[in-house]
T-cell receptor, first 110, second 115 residues
């Protein structure tokens, strides 16, 4: 399937700081880009998504930006809180399936 | 709706034994996915069903793995014989629609340990 590169693999921030996770891809036909959050021992859950006709989408403290020309999209979390600590996966739709990045382990320290 | 249901939640078995994982998708969803999650390989799609029909099983590691969906509310993933390298968390997910652009809802997963 479509390769998705996700960086960084780990990220540690202090409470209140911002966190940014970036994913790059190569298939220009991709047009749906979701982000999933997985807390320790739990299932992945969709937190935000963006479609190719939109450059940015925001939902409270989280936002996603998409640059189709450069083929990358990013997750931004502002005013981070300890409960934001989790693994975050980017993904993109390739046909009927989702191809996931390898994940970013985010740690927010009080 | 209770969401996607998987059983068992944990399975410990010895190498060579048969393992059967079960999934009940969200009612009304017509797409079902089986994923395997490991630290090394992340989330890998094993097989995709649409309207109970297997559409793509190219992610199934080898012939030891098989999956069925006898009806819209039940699917199984079977490993026979199991090997230690099969140890992973297996997730089932379902979605409404046939494209990858539909939100996938994941079950709680089955943590499989093969000794």
């Amino acid at each position: 399937g479509e390769n998705v590169e996700q960086h960084p693999s780990t990220l540690s921030v202090q409470e209140g700081d911002s966190a940014v996770i970036k994913c790059t891809y190569s298939d220009s036909a991709s047009n749906y880009f979701p982000w999933y959050k997985q807390e320790l021992g739990k299932r992945p859950q969709l937190i935000i998504d963006i479609r190719s006709n939109v450059g940015e989408k925001k939902d409270q403290r989280i936002a996603v930006t998409l640059n189709k020309t450069a083929k990358h999209f990013s997750l931004h979390i502002t005013e981070t809180q300890p409960e934001d600590s989790a693994v975050y996966f980017c993904a993109l739709a390739s046909g009927y399936a989702l191809n996931f990045g390898k994940g970013t382990s985010l740690l927010v320290t009080p | 709706d209770a969401g996607v249901i998987q059983s068992p939640r944990h399975e410990v078995t010895e190498m060579g034994q048969e393992v059967t994982l079960r999934c009940k998708p969200i009612s009304g969803h017509n797409s079902l996915f089986w994923y395997r999650q490991t630290m090394m390989r992340g989330l890998e799609l094993l097989i995709y069903f649409n309207n109970n029909v297997p559409i793509d099983d190219s992610g199934m590691p080898e012939d030891r793995f098989s999956a069925k969906m006898p009806n819209a509310s039940f699917s199984t993933l079977k490993i026979q014989p199991s090997e230690p390298r099969d140890s992973a968390v297996y997730f089932c997910a379902s979605s409404l629609g046939t494209g990858g652009e539909n939100e996938q809802y994941f079950g709680p997963g089955t943590r499989l340990t093969v000794t």
